[in-house]
């Protein structure tokens, strides 16, 4: 049972460059979300999905797209990278129904330049 | 506007005394209030929760009291260890699709 994972633990990207980042889980969770987190910033979220086949936005959606492909796998796009989006990315997931708990990975440094 | 506040971003304490590390909100909303735990390059984890119907849960050396009142909590810990040095975020839930509003963290180092 390895929880939460995330693909690729690092990433350097030049401004306009595009990229996916990867997230899977094995824990059959419902909802799945993404975070970046930036210093002295705590976490932000970007993008949830409250269960497969539904994505909505978060606190700071601009500049990416997210992709619920299944119900292990919560994907977030970057299509034009910039180095506003230099941070590190979280993804978690939760098993909704009457919990509030979320489960992170370990996450994505990402730097753009 | 942030919803979730931690000031005092840092906290030194000596092995074996008490760490209070303080969070207040503004969102008279949320329904749940989770303490998180994190070491470097790791991912977040989750350590105690409180309702905010109760005043007071506890996990072993870990204690978070609510002031629903004045919109505060605290997370106390005691005996503090070497293993706690680490960032903590406090974070509250606000919908029934699990999104939480995280603080900014607080840095805690435990000195041995």
């Known amino acids: 049972n390895a929880g939460v994972t995330q693909t690729p633990k690092f990433q350097v990207l030049k401004t306009g460059q595009s990229m996916t980042l990867q997230c899977a889980q094995d824990m059959n969770h419902n909802s799945m979300y993404w975070y970046r987190q930036d210093p002295g910033m705590g976490l932000r979220l970007i993008y949830y999905?409250?269960?497969?086949?539904?994505?909505d936005k978060g606190e700071v959606p601009n500049g990416y797209n997210v992709s619920r492909l299944n119900k292990r796998e919560f994907s977030l796009r970057l299509e034009s990278a910039a180095p506003s989006q230099t941070s590190v990315y979280f993804c978690?997931?939760?098993?909704?129904?009457?919990?509030?708990?979320?489960?992170f990975g370990p996450g994505t440094r990402l730097t753009v330049t | 506007d942030q919803q979730v506040k931690q000031n005092s971003p840092s906290l030194s304490v000596q092995e074996g005394r008490i760490s209070i590390l303080n969070c207040d909100y503004t969102n008279s909303m949320f329904d749940y209030f989770l303490w998180y735990k994190k070491y470097p390059a790791e991912g977040p984890t989750f350590l105690i929760s409180?309702?905010?119907?109760?005043d007071k849960n506890e996990d072993g050396r870990f204690t978070v009291f609510l002031n629903k009142s004045a919109k505060h909590l605290s997370l106390h810990i005691v005996p503090s260890q070497p293993g706690d040095s680490a960032v903590y975020f406090c974070?509250?839930?606000?919908?029934?699709?699990?999104?939480?509003?995280f603080g900014k963290g607080n840095q805690v180092v435990v000195i041995p």
């Open positions: 978690a997931s939760s098993p909704r129904d009457y919990s509030y708990e979320q489960y």
């Open positions: 974070a509250a839930r606000f919908d029934g699709n699990n999104r939480l509003a």
């Open positions: 999905s409250a269960s497969e086949g539904t994505t």
């Open positions: 409180i309702s905010s119907i109760k």
